[in-house]
């Protein structure tokens, strides 16, 4: 219940909160943009270098992630992949013994991105109160989503289908009640001698 009478006070503000952090994003991503246009004549060749650099670690992963995918099919697995069975046990594990070093490198690189797309999406998400930013078992501190949860508790109850019809049939069985007392109060009359 407490839920739901705070509700629409927790969406305006979600939404105004919301409004202003999208908008200081946008004049801070706005101004790196106009910061590298503005700068590009003397650090294009020193940025065209470094994405070439990064390049070169993007096709290194694709051409990484092709042939470990070629070589679990064809080669570790039993039936060319068609069977979750492995065939050469000891190439597998040498293979995943090696790929690991690897992988620790791009788990460090994944896990930036992770918490840049984490602060992407919480900041688009964070006006929307039905969506909480926070991970299942932390959703009960977010009193935004708390309160829309108990919004929809209150809502549910009140408009449950079953309780509707429920409702609507004794309005109707009354109507008609009051409506046939009616009739058989004017074919009688109402006097209390008569």
Known sequence: MCGSIRYAGYQV?????????????TIINSSVVA????????FGKYLQ???????IILYTAIIVYVIQFLLSK????????????IESRRLFFLFTYFM?????????????????????????????IDYSV???????????????????????????????VFISILQGESQRSRTERKHYEKGHGTCLGT
């Open 49 to 55: 270098d470094k994405f070439q650099d990064i390049m």
């Open 134 to 164: 926070l991970p299942r078992k932390c959703q009960i501190i977010d009193l935004g989503f708390f309160a829309y949860c108990g919004f929809l508790h209150l809502e549910s109850s009140h408009t449950n289908p079953i309780a509707m």
């Open 13 to 25: 503000g979600h939404i105004g909160g919301g409004f202003t952090i999208q908008c200081f994003m």
């Open 35 to 42: 910061m590298v246009v503005a700068l590009w004549e003397y």
């Open 100 to 128: 690991f070093f690897y992988y620790i490198f791009i788990a460090i690189f994944h896990s930036i991105l992770r918490i840049l797309a984490s602060v992407i999406f919480g900041t688009f998400l964070l006006p929307r």
């Open 74 to 85: 064809f080669v570790f697995l039993q039936e060319k992949g068609n069977l979750l069975a």
